[in-house]
């Protein structure tokens, strides 16, 4: 079920003071352990998710290392099995970065801020070869709202629906898209043809109380 495999790692401000804090939702059996902790780490890049998301079949290159603080943090909690090894990073720009982390059974997207820190979200591996990863969102440092995700191959770009009928092409980069809306900004959904067809995944209002 979704409520297991999606979590945030830290709220942004959170993390810039140096402590990392996991928001997990309640498993099955209601027990407050975070989700995927349970998973071994992932020692390579799982065949599925090579084949699904052709970003984490190339190469590593130095510009896929996490920052040092943030793979010290993933290390001593490898939740879904994540390998601060195998990142590979999707997008990079003047203050944010999404980086794909590959784990057991599962593949996460970190987006960096340099202003703040990191949040991250998770979904299995099976998800997201059939086109149904969904978006995450973050308040960032600049008080606006990020929204980031991953799509499987063969996806160029996401459609963003805002406000009552507002619509943005994002263009999707190394299986990442990222786009950054101004706080307030009602989120609708993210659109795309995918393996499963078109779908619209609902995006979740991180300021929402």
């Given amino acids: 079920m979704r409520a297991k495999l999606k979590f945030l790692l830290a709220a942004l401000t959170t993390l810039a003071l140096g402590v990392v804090a996991v928001a997990a939702t309640a498993d099955e059996d209601g027990s407050s352990q975070p989700p995927g ?3 071994s780490v992932a020692t390579a890049i799982e065949p599925a998710a090579a084949a699904a998301i052709a970003r984490l079949a190339e190469p590593r290159v130095a510009g896929d290392e996490l920052p040092g603080d943030l793979a010290e943090r993933a290390e001593d909690r490898p939740l879904f099995g994540i ?3 195998l990142t590979r990073r999707a997008i990079a720009n ?3 970065s999404l ?3 590959p784990g057991s059974g599962h593949v996460c997207s970190m987006l960096t801020d340099s202003g703040a820190g990191a949040a991250l979200n998770c ?3 099976a998800d997201v070869a059939a086109g149904l990863s969904r978006p995450a969102t973050v308040v960032l440092s600049t008080g606006d709202i990020a929204v980031y995700g991953l799509v ?3 996806i160029d770009s996401v459609t963003l629906a805002t406000g009552v009928a507002d619509t943005a092409a994002v263009d999707v980069e190394g299986n990442g898209y990222l786009a950054v809306v101004e706080s307030g900004t009602a989120l609708r959904h993210v659109a795309y043809e995918g ?4 779908v619209a995944l609902e995006i ?4 929402a109380p």
Avoid: I, K, R
């Fill in 123 to 125: 979904d299995s591996t």
């Fill in 83 to 85: 390998n601060p090894e």
């Fill in 152 to 154: 499987a191959d063969g």
């Fill in 99 to 101: 980086y794909l982390l």
């Fill in 195 to 198: 393996p499963s067809g078109q």
């Fill in 37 to 39: 902790s349970d998973l």
């Fill in 94 to 96: 003047t203050t944010l």
């Fill in 204 to 207: 979740v209002d991180p300021s």
